[in-house]
């Protein structure tokens, strides 16, 4: 199979191309599946994520697949995601790399996403990226994973 944008040669059941990021499917297809938006609320059990002073955590949830639902906190002033068992957040599949991503929380409190030069990028929105800030009900795709971020509430 190649790539509808690049012509590289991908994967029969490839999703996105490594080389370039386009989408690999039609998105008319009927095939192609909606992934659920997980409000805040509806994913959190009362006082499931809240630190002693009732405040609500930056965090991450997987929002599709046999993990649907699992929560990640982002505590750290760095968390590291990737395949490595060493990793904050282990995502263990092979089309996450070692050291994928890492999440890090700026000087201000806002949380930013970087792409450790993964073989598959990392999506924010849709968008391969580089590096950007996250913003609540953003969708990080990190290989086959998609996951929610919702910003701490006060």
Not at 71 to 83: A, D, K, P
């Amino acid at each position: 199979m190649n790539c509808r944008r690049c012509g590289e040669i991908l994967n029969a059941n490839a999703n996105f191309c490594w080389y370039c990021g386009a989408p690999q499917h039609d998105a008319t297809s009927p095939e192609t599946i909606a992934v659920p938006v997980i409000s805040a609320h509806e994913s959190l059990s009362p006082d499931a994520n809240k630190d002693p002073k009732g405040e609500h955590r930056d965090e991450l949830v997987i929002a599709s697949g046999t993990h649907a639902g699992t929560r990640f906190e982002l505590t750290n002033e760095i968390t590291s995601t990737g395949r490595h068992e060493a990793s904050d957040i282990l995502l263990d599949d092979v089309s996450v790399s070692r050291h994928h991503a890492i999440f890090t929380r700026t000087a201000s409190g806002r949380i930013t996403l970087r792409d450790l030069n993964s073989l598959n990028g990392t999506y924010v929105n849709g968008e391969r990226v580089e590096e950007t800030a996250l913003h609540s009900a953003d969708e990080v795709q990190i290989g086959k994973y998609k996951l929610v971020f919702w910003e701490a509430t006060l």
